[in-house]
């Protein structure tokens, strides 16, 4: 059994559980799922009758290449409109949606239609956060085009040159490696902007003794990475720096030693915040340690301190700690990794001791 058929399987165990007729979704990374279908506009009906796909005729030739085990109808009006008939036309009764990836134009729709609607959001989310062999390779190569993209760019880093160069080269480079779009704007920030978690690349100019923080992601056949490391320019702009960058590795590495099948997300958080807490720089971290990687650059579950989520064996996440202090300049060092019975495998290996550039 494939990737897919096993999906899909599930799928209507889910359905025969809560008594749903059909799962219906408009949602192209769960209809990629689900099908393998990458078009941008689609729609799935699966149920006891068999598994369909609407789309236009835009996708026509693709959808025939890419989806098997499938009947496809070739929509010449309105998509939403022609599920609905087909939907009444079948006398479905139940069905199961994600709520939150529904509009809510189909959603009252189908209300007004006296359709049941049952929600899956969670049952789906379970599944999609355990990735089988195949995702796993797929962002593994995901993050091996990253690193190297990574390791180049640290090629052209030059006095005066701007963050939004080293931003580009990075996603020319993803390119060049096999990627087919980037994860994510990447995030190239210099000096004291290196305090922004998520600040955006400008024409600022790189000078001797700036901080440099690179956060960058690619996209390989739908799956995501996602890095962050930070190196420094000429010089280490001082003993601060060197602190909190030694700091933001240790929280790390502590987090790292405890992932493993079945353990909090939010002991695992706790454990490298506590690093940082205790050193006296808990308040300049403050977002979630990690996310779950996939489909979607982020996903569940989330490592933060509100999580109720366990990792299982198979879950890919990022490992993310940081530390921003306002005016001076920030550290985080983030990998993505995938979760085993033991302990955890890195999937991108890029070097993080202290590097300075020159």
């Known amino acids: 059994m494939n990737s897919i058929d096993g999906r899909l399987s599930k799928l209507r165990e889910i359905l025969q559980k809560n008594k749903c007729d059909a799962f219906v979704n408009f949602s192209a990374v769960e209809n990629r799922y689900f099908s393998g279908f990458t078009g941008s506009t689609s729609c799935l009906v699966i149920g006891t009758f068999g598994n369909l796909i609407f789309t236009d005729f835009r996708y026509e030739e693709q959808v025939y290449t890419e989806v098997r085990n499938f009947s496809i109808r070739i929509v010449s009006k309105n998509l939403e409109e022609e599920v609905i008939a087909f939907l009444k036309d079948s006398r479905l009764k139940k069905l199961a949606i994600i709520s939150e990836k529904t509009n809510l134009r189909f959603y009252e729709r189908l209300k007004s239609e006296d359709f049941e609607i049952y929600r899956v959001d969670d049952d789906i989310s379970s599944m999609r956060m ?94 995501h990475s996602d890095i962050t490391r930070t190196f420094v320019f000429g010089a280490i702009p001082g003993v601060w720096f060197e602190n909190i960058y030694q700091i933001t590795k240790e929280a790390q590495s502590n987090a790292l030693k405890f992932l493993k099948d079945d353990v909090s997300c939010k002991e695992i958080d706790y454990e490298a915040r506590r690093c940082i807490a205790k050193r006296g720089f808990g308040m300049f971290f403050g977002h979630g340690l990690g996310h779950g990687v996939g489909l979607e650059i982020h996903e569940l579950p989330r490592l933060n301190k509100d999580s109720n989520s366990n990792l299982k064996s198979g879950v890919v996440v990022t490992i993310e700690p940081g530390i921003y202090l306002p005016g001076k300049g920030g550290v985080r060092i983030e990998d993505t990794v995938v979760i085993t019975e033991e302990g955890c495998e890195i999937l991108t290996n890029f070097e993080k001791n202290l590097i300075v550039l020159d």
């Open 130 to 223: 355990i990735k089988d062999n195949n995702e796993i390779s797929l962002i593994k190569k995901a993050c091996e085009i990253t690193y190297t993209s990574l390791e180049k760019a640290l090629g052209i880093v030059r006095e005066g040159i701007s963050e939004r160069e080293i931003a580009g080269y990075i996603e020319y480079q993803f390119k060049l490696n096999g990627a087919e779009a980037i994860g994510f704007d990447t995030i190239v920030l210099f000096g004291a902007k290196s305090s922004l978690p998520h600040g955006k690349p400008s024409d600022n100019k790189l000078k001797p003794g700036d901080v440099i923080l690179i956060d960058c992601g690619c996209v390989y056949k739908g799956y």
